[in-house]
């Protein structure tokens, strides 16, 4: 089969909501054609693919402990327990093969290509994000230092992408989620977000009419966001 082939074949896979198939495709492309890693349409292919086979997984994890929390001390309780232990292995399992796969991606992508390597460094901080909402003791501690450490990394070269780059603003976005929602620090999401936002505010005179609606999209998203735990922060200090 040849690569375009592939290619052709997870957009199909993508119209019928095959994801996982989706993701096979573009696994495969990704190994089959080196130069693939810096193209923004098979990185945009192969992060859609793996966000909704993780994201199906995410939201059956939520649900399932949400019911566990409901059945304490019932009859049903261990065969809920067992099965979310199912879930989550199947989650870690998908976390884990994205993570091996970006480590190969982010060798291969060259230096000079700064929206790849923070396009994949964001994508490395997301999976291990994922796996720190699932993990317990010493493991989520090791899964959170390298989310930081990835996203991190991602922020330093992100410096050499305009503030309203979509990409840049997409990192800003889940990393500030990452300290609210993971490390449970609203006032440095806050920080983080509000400098992403105000930065792009600052220079929106020179968005990129291409990048127009994906730019303004995740602005509005980093606003929300503040909104929300802006209020949240004053509502606990009102509690205090």
């Not at 923004?40 to 966000?51: D, G, I, Q, T």
């Not at 059945?71 to 399992?93: C, F, W």
């Not at 993570?99 to 700064?114: F, M, Q």
């Not at 922020?155 to 840049?168: A, F, N, V, Y």
Request: aromatic share 8%; net charge negative; proline share 3%.
């Amino acid at each position: 089969m040849s690569d375009r082939e592939f290619i052709k074949l997870a957009k199909i896979a993508e119209q019928a909501e095959r994801y996982e198939d989706m993701s096979d495709y573009m696994m495969q492309y990704m190994n089959l054609k080196e130069t693939s890693v810096a193209d923004p349409e098979s990185r945009n292919l192969l992060s859609v693919a793996f966000k909704n086979v993780v994201g199906a997984k995410r939201s059956s994890w939520r649900i399932l402990s949400a019911l566990k929390d409901q059945h304490k001390g019932r009859e049903s309780e261990p065969v809920l327990n067992d099965y979310t232990e199912k879930v989550v292995a199947e989650l870690k399992n998908v976390c884990n093969t994205v993570l091996n796969l970006l480590e190969d991606i982010i060798k291969k992508v060259p230096s000079e290509n700064t929206d790849a390597l923070v396009f994949y460094q964001k994508m490395k901080g997301d999976y291990y994000r994922y796996l720190a909402e699932v993990a317990k003791d010493t493991e989520r501690d090791e899964v959170l230092e390298k989310s930081s450490a990835a996203y991190e990394s991602a922020k330093t070269e992100s410096s050499k992408l305009p503030p309203t780059h979509p990409i840049r603003l997409g990192l800003a976005l889940n990393f500030s989620v990452f300290y609210y929602e993971i490390k449970n620090e609203p006032q440095k999401a806050c920080e983080l977000a509000k400098e992403a936002f105000d930065d792009a505010i600052a220079e929106l005179d020179k968005l990129q009419e291409d990048s127009y609606k994906d730019s303004t999209l995740i602005m509005q998203l980093l606003r929300d966001n503040l909104t929300l735990w802006t209020s949240d922060t004053d509502h606990d200090d009102d509690n205090n």
